[in-house]
């Protein structure tokens, strides 16, 4: 079973895929991002969907992100009813998204900076759950 402990040091095994895992590895080393208490499930075919969408309106609202089109790629190339794990990790400024298949493949990593004021929370897919203070 994956934990937090697995991700985690995936996560710091992996830097050198790409610059969004590097970040994400620096980050937790350096304690500003703490683990949090979701961990969601997809399948392969609904991360897809939902995490294209989520990229095309980060991009629009001209938000931060790193890792969607690495991350993106792998999960398209798994078969649609495939289990992807999501595990959160968050600071004030920045929410991480670490995505993996059982056992312990660490598909990506996807970044993305929240703006000032924003309150928002996560739900274990990675759902907005609060909206921005006014």
Same mark, same amino acid.
């Given at each position: 079973?994956?934990?937090?402990?697995?991700?985690?040091?995936?996560?710091?095994?992996?830097?050198?895929?790409?610059?969004?895992?590097?970040?994400?590895?620096?980050?937790?080393? *350096?304690?500003? @991002?703490?683990?949090?208490?979701?961990?969601? #499930?997809?399948?392969?075919?609904? /991360? =897809?969907?939902?995490?294209?969408?989520?990229?095309?309106?980060?991009?629009?609202?001209?938000?931060?992100?790193?890792?969607?089109?690495?991350?993106?790629?792998?999960?398209?190339?798994?078969?649609?009813? *495939?289990?992807? @794990?999501?595990?959160?990790?968050?600071?004030? #400024?920045?929410?991480?998204?670490? /995505? =993996?298949?059982?056992?312990?493949?660490?598909?990506?990593?996807?970044?993305?900076?929240?703006?000032?004021?924003?309150?928002?929370?996560?739900?274990?897919?990675?759902?907005?759950?609060?909206?921005?203070? *006014?």
């Amino acid at each position: 079973m994956t934990t937090f402990d697995n991700v985690e040091a995936l996560i710091h095994s992996n830097v050198t895929k790409n610059p969004c895992i590097r970040q994400c590895s620096e980050s937790l080393h *350096t304690g500003t @991002l703490a683990r949090t208490s979701t961990v969601g #499930t997809m399948t392969a075919r609904e /991360l =897809f969907a939902t995490f294209t969408i989520r990229a095309g309106t980060s991009a629009a609202a001209g938000a931060w992100t790193c890792g969607f089109p690495e991350s993106l790629l792998r999960v398209e190339q798994l078969q649609p009813d *495939t289990s992807v @794990l999501l595990f959160h990790f968050q600071s004030d #400024t920045i929410h991480f998204i670490a /995505l =993996f298949t059982e056992p312990n493949e660490l598909l990506g990593c996807i970044g993305v900076r929240k703006r000032e004021n924003d309150s928002t929370s996560f739900d274990p897919t990675g759902r907005r759950q609060q909206s921005r203070e *006014t």
